[in-house]
């Protein structure tokens, strides 16, 4: 069993409250992502858990035991960072060899065991080079095998991913997947800053703002339903736009929120907005239009293929029915029923 319970969790350093009242049941097997700005908590969090970090006020329980007080090596946990930290004289299979060399584990046990990690993580060819032949994908690759052969119920990741390059991401990301569905029972809790990380890899996400629990929901739950203001701008790339004053008024609402992939251009000049085109970006397989129409930041529109409207076209459009939220002034969703806005009077 490698649940985990977190109850009333406070941190503080000093008189600042890093984390406040967090509450989150983490079911064994699951797989987490814990996203928000920086400085909002994330890694303190996760530090928490691991033990690297005391707890102020609270409770944490691991596979149904209290580990507020146990040791971090004693809490079943294993630990991924950013920097891999390999040993550079020792060969892939001795750097993931070396804890279980530590507890004496016999030597048939061990080679099984980073035999069958190397195998899980695609390293098998490269058990006898050094870390310096590898690339940094690979390395990482070293310091999760070298957790895995450990054995854990819970695997700690906080921002694995970030020190490597666009190609090498995409790859190890797609590592870590594989891995998770190799290590079905055991618990996997993930810190990113990354939009694409968080909504591939995760179970369920968890949005930490000013540590605070915003919402905890899957990818699609927090991509649909975002519950507050500051969800629905975090999560999802480019970010949604936000209508607000005049535009939104219509819609019974202080904000309107809509994704750029969920905005209609309308050729005959009748839709809820209008305004001109100040940049396009043409990606080949879509595009991106960027409209002033009065807010802070422009607001913008996803067409798939190329656009035909570029700088200086002044176009008309309007959210998709149905795909657009609706926000009160303290950045609650609206739960009245939506009216059918008014858009033509101009
Ligand atoms: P994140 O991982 O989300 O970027 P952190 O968990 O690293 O955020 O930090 C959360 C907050 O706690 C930040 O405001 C940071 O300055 C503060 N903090 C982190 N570690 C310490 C520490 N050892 N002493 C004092 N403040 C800290």
Redesign the pocket.
């Known amino acids: 069993m490698s649940d985990l319970k977190i109850t009333g969790l406070y941190k503080r350093?000093g008189n600042?409250e890093?984390l406040k009242d967090i509450n989150l049941d983490i079911k064994s097997g699951e797989f987490i992502v814990f996203v928000?700005p920086?400085?909002?908590?994330?890694?303190?969090?996760l530090r928490t858990i691991s033990g690297l970090e005391t707890i102020s006020a609270g409770q944490l329980e691991i596979g149904g035991r209290v580990v507020n007080d146990v040791a971090p090596s004693k809490r079943g946990i294993a630990m991924v960072f950013q920097s891999y930290a390999l040993y550079p004289h020792m060969t892939v299979f001795d750097n993931m060899a070396y804890s279980l060399k530590l507890t004496r584990t016999p030597r048939d046990e061990i080679r099984k065991k980073v035999e069958e990690a190397a195998e899980m993580l695609q390293l098998s060819p490269y058990l006898e080079r050094l870390p310096k032949a590898l690339s940094g994908g690979q390395r990482q690759r070293v310091a999760i095998g070298r957790a895995i052969v450990r054995n854990p119920q819970v695997f700690l990741f906080d921002e694995p991913l970030s020190n490597l390059d666009a190609a090498l991401r995409v790859a190890t990301r797609m590592e870590i997947a594989r891995l998770k569905d190799s290590l079905p029972e055991t618990t996997m809790i993930y810190?990113t800053h990354d939009q694409v990380e968080a909504m591939t890899l995760a179970d369920r996400i968890v949005v930490?703002k000013d540590?605070v629990v915003m919402q905890v929901g899957t990818p699609m739950e927090l991509y649909d339903h975002p519950q507050s203001l500051f969800v629905a701008g975090f999560i999802g790339s480019p970010k949604m736009n936000f209508l607000t004053g005049r535009n939104a008024e219509p819609y019974g609402a202080a904000t309107v929120g809509v994704r750029p992939e969920h905005m209609d251009i309308v050729p005959d000049g009748q839709g809820a907005w209008s305004g001109k085109v100040i940049y396009s970006e043409d990606l080949g397989s879509d595009s991106y239009i960027y409209v002033d129409i009065g807010e802070t930041d422009p607001v913008i529109i996803r067409q798939e293929g190329k656009t035909p409207y570029h700088t200086g076209a002044v176009i008309s459009f309007e959210p998709r029915a149905d795909l657009y939220h609706r926000f009160d002034a303290s950045g609650k969703p609206v739960t009245t029923p939506a009216k059918t806005p008014v858009t033509s009077e101009a």
Request: hydrophobic share 35%; charged share 5%.
């Open positions: 350093y600042v890093v928000g920086s400085g909002c908590g994330k890694s303190t969090l810190v930490l540590g």
